[in-house]
C-alpha cells in the first residue's frame, strides 16, 4: 500500500534550521509531484513547495521563499525541505503529498503522509 512517512521535525530556536525528510512507497514515485503542505495551530492546510518528477523545477511560496528548499533523491524515494532562518510563524504541523499532476488545490492531492511537528519558540 502507498506511505509517506515523514521525519525531522522538531522545536527549535527562531533562526534555527531543520530538514524534514519524507520516505515514499506503494507508488512510482519518480513519476509524482511531490509536495509539502503545512497547517498551523487554528488554521487552514497552507501549500508551501512543490517539486516536479525530474528534478528540474521547484515552487515555493512566498512566506518561505528563500528560506525553505525542496529537493528529492528518486533512487531513495525520498523527498526533503530544509528550513532554515526559521520564524514563529513557521510553527506548523508539516505533511508532504504526491500528486500526478502539478496543482496548488492540496485539496486533490492523490497521497499523504501522517505528518511532523515543527514548533519555532525561544
Same mark, same amino acid.
Not at 512543490?50 to 528529492?72: D, L
Not at 511532523?116 to 525561544?122: E, H, L, W
Given at each position: ?12 530556536? $527562531? =533562526?534555527?534550521? #531543520?530538514?524534514?525528510?519524507? &520516505? ?5 514515485? +519518480?513519476? *509524482?509531484?511531490?509536495?509539502? %503542505?503545512?497547517?498551523? $495551530? =487554528?488554521?487552514? #492546510?497552507?501549500?508551501?513547495? &512543490? ?5 528540474? +523545477?521547484? *515552487?515555493?511560496?512566498?512566506? %518561505? ?27 506548523a504541523v508539516y505533511y508532504c503529498a504526491a500528486d500526478h499532476r502539478y496543482t496548488a488545490n492540496v485539496a486533490t492531492y492523490d497521497y ?11
Open positions: 500500500q502507498v506511505q509517506l512517512v515523514e521525519s525531522g521535525g522538531g522545536l527549535v530556536q $527562531p =533562526g534555527g534550521s #531543520l530538514r524534514l525528510s519524507c &520516505a515514499a512507497s506503494g507508488f512510482t514515485f +519518480s513519476s *509524482y509531484w511531490m509536495y509539502w %503542505v503545512r497547517q498551523a $495551530p =487554528g488554521k487552514g #492546510l497552507e501549500w508551501v513547495s &512543490a517539486i516536479n518528477p525530474g528534478y528540474g +523545477s521547484t *515552487y515555493y511560496a512566498s512566506s %518561505v521563499k528563500g528560506r525553505f528548499t525542496i529537493s528529492r533523491d528518486n533512487a531513495k524515494n525520498t523527498v526533503f525541505l530544509q528550513m532554515n532562518s526559521l520564524k514563529p510563524e513557521d510553527t499523504w503522509g501522517q505528518g511532523t511537528q515543527v514548533t519555532v519558540s525561544s
